[in-house]
């Protein structure tokens, strides 16, 4: 393979782990804390998971380490979409167990929990490893969506586990995949199997986090992509002057992407997914928060701007959400009917027939390649896929109508030329930053240390993330501590609660006193690229939330 200069100078580099973890394995200690219990639902989750529920916060400490000596088999999966610092997990994981003795095995699964179910899976070992130390993908063993839920599922993966000696699986995952990873650890400790399970904290879009997780991993490296991006295209605007970007951002549900990129970048408008939620903006609404900036702005001479969608914004729009909590249950509840259907127009008909009234009456009212793509294949966990649907695309068109009805009243005089960008898969895969690089290892080297002393149903957990790696703290959080009862394909299903925006939190408060200057002037901001190498105050520098929120 040949390999890019930065490829090459990036397999040199030694990430940082938190001091506490540099200490001898046999000298950290794991202290627990307080017994948790679940955000809500505390009595239902409790009779789910009867034998994992309710267990003791950990933080690793400098003392005598009461880790078991045994040969550790440990598989690991990297499930979801793909987050840069997956592979620095996997080294961090591998540095670990290798550390605590060399006879100590790392599988990795391929494809995504598939490849625990399939015991599809490579030994990984020093020279392949070496190859993808700090490089971004997640194509050192593959990723993929499958959900483990079913009891022959689990059956298989416990065969699988007993056919290769396998001691504990680590799943790198989002919030559906570490609710797989508590089902699982939960069965594997409900059967006695000996196999324990650790999650890892990944997903670029920010949402799974609390007071123990401050951010997931790949969200630093992600958003600095795309802020670089959006810092580039409004240079670009800023020079020619006469088009209006719309750049729809991912990140699922949550707008954290958005708003990070927005205090990144100060563009002239971002909208933010949970506020329209909580003020019940309709699709009008929403349309009316862009057009007054394009009117003011027209009236100043400026015929351009740059709009920030976030990825789930139509999810929040009130008739919208109800629309697709239908759409949802009726695709899972009616599966075999629905799929029968292969034309547009019995599909349209189907819904018709199956949507009350009100919902049909929004369905019917968006764009046919809008209505096309509500319609399209749920991802595995039953969620609409977001990314897939052009809500940049359904904002212009509503933002042209309303431009046309200002021209004809006399009330705008401008130019509305617009362009539509959609960046979401181009973050993904980038060379994790030094946060994100630091951060993985150490996430993978702590998920060692909580198999080595006997966890089950834990999450890897770094904190203190605003600081310098030095002062990083290094433990483990039920996975169950993060869980509530939520509508998944038409049933009730324990899953981890998705962090969303918070509307009072210091983010959200920072942009929402500066937007009204920034959408009718330009203040626009140019953040470049990821730089790896340098003086740390631009090297190592964390993102504006994790900044904001921890400020003191
Ligand atoms: P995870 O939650 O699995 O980390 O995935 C995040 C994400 O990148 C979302 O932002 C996006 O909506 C989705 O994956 C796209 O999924 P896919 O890769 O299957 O197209």
Redesign the pocket.
């Known amino acids: 393979m040949d390999l890019s200069p930065l490829q090459k100078a990036r397999y040199e580099y030694q990430p940082k782990l938190p001091s506490m973890l540099r200490h001898e394995i046999g000298e950290i200690e794991a202290v627990e804390g307080k017994t948790t219990e679940s955000v809500s639902d505390q009595e239902e989750i409790k009779k789910l998971f009867p034998n994992t529920y309710g267990m003791k916060e950990v933080e690793f400490k400098k003392g005598k380490s009461h880790a078991k000596k045994r040969k550790e088999v440990v598989g690991v999966i990297l499930?979801?979409?793909?987050?840069p610092g997956g592979h620095n997990v996997i080294t961090g994981l591998y540095d670990a167990l290798k550390k605590a003795s060399k006879e100590n095995v790392l599988l990795g699964f391929k494809q995504g929990p598939s490849g625990l179910l399939d015991d599809d899976y490579i030994e990984l070992t020093d020279d392949y490893i070496n190859m993808f130390r700090n490089t971004g993908g997640f194509d050192i063993i593959g990723s993929g969506?499958t959900k483990l839920e079913t009891e022959e599922q689990f059956a298989v993966a416990a065969e699988v586990c007993k056919k290769h000696g396998i001691t504990a699986i680590v799943i790198i995952?989002?919030?559906?995949?570490n609710t797989n990873a508590a089902v699982l650890a939960e069965y594997f400790a409900k059967t006695n199997s000996g196999v324990q399970v650790i999650g890892c904290p990944?997903?670029?879009?920010g949402d799974l986090k609390n007071d123990v997780i401050e951010v997931s991993f790949?969200f630093d490296t992600a958003t600095k992509t795309y802020s670089e991006l959006i810092g580039n295209i409004e240079r670009d605007a800023n020079s020619a002057k006469k088009y209006w970007h719309f750049i729809k951002v991912?990140?699922?549900s949550a707008s954290h992407i958005a708003l990070e990129c927005a205090l990144e970048t100060q563009p002239n408008i971002c909208l933010i997914s949970e506020e329209v939620e909580k003020k019940q903006m309709s699709l009008s609404d929403i349309a009316d928060v862009v057009v007054s900036s394009v009117v003011k702005r027209a009236e100043k001479g400026l015929n351009y701007g740059v709009v920030i969608v976030p990825?789930g914004l139509i999810e929040f729009v009130p008739e919208v959400k109800k629309l697709i909590g239908e759409l949802n249950d009726i695709v899972a509840l009616k599966k075999d009917e629905f799929n029968a259907i292969s034309e547009w127009d019995e599909k349209y008909a189907f819904m018709k027939k199956n949507l009350t009234a009100e919902s049909f009456g929004v369905f019917a009212s968006l764009p046919l390649e809008i209505e096309k793509q509500l319609l399209m294949d749920r991802?595995p966990h039953g969620n609409v896929?977001?990314?897939r649907i052009e809500t940049e695309k359904l904002l212009i068109a509503l933002c042209e109508v309303k431009l046309k009805e200002l021209k004809k009243e006399g009330k705008y005089n401008g130019k509305f030329s617009t362009l539509s960008h959609f960046f979401?898969?181009e973050g993904?895969c980038a060379f994790p930053s030094n946060f994100d690089a630091d951060y993985c290892y150490s996430l993978g080297y702590n998920a060692f240390m909580l198999i080595s002393n006997g966890y089950t149903g834990y999450l890897s957990t770094i904190s203190n993330l605003s600081k310098s790696a030095d002062e990083w703290k290094a433990g483990g959080i039920p996975i169950t501590k993060m869980m509530n009862l939520e509508q998944r394909s038409g049933v009730k299903k324990p899953v981890i609660k998705k962090a969303l925006v918070e509307l009072d939190g210091k983010p959200f408060a920072y942009f929402a006193s500066h937007r009204d200057k920034w959408a009718v002037e330009t203040c626009f901001t140019f953040p470049g690229a990821i730089q790896y190498y340098g003086p740390s105050s631009v090297c190592d520098i964390p993102t504006r939330t994790l900044s904001l929120e921890h400020q003191e």
């Open positions: 499930s979801g979409g793909q987050a969506r995952g989002g919030d559906d995949s990944k997903t670029i879009d790949g991912m990140g699922r990825e991802d896929q977001v990314s979401g898969y993904r």
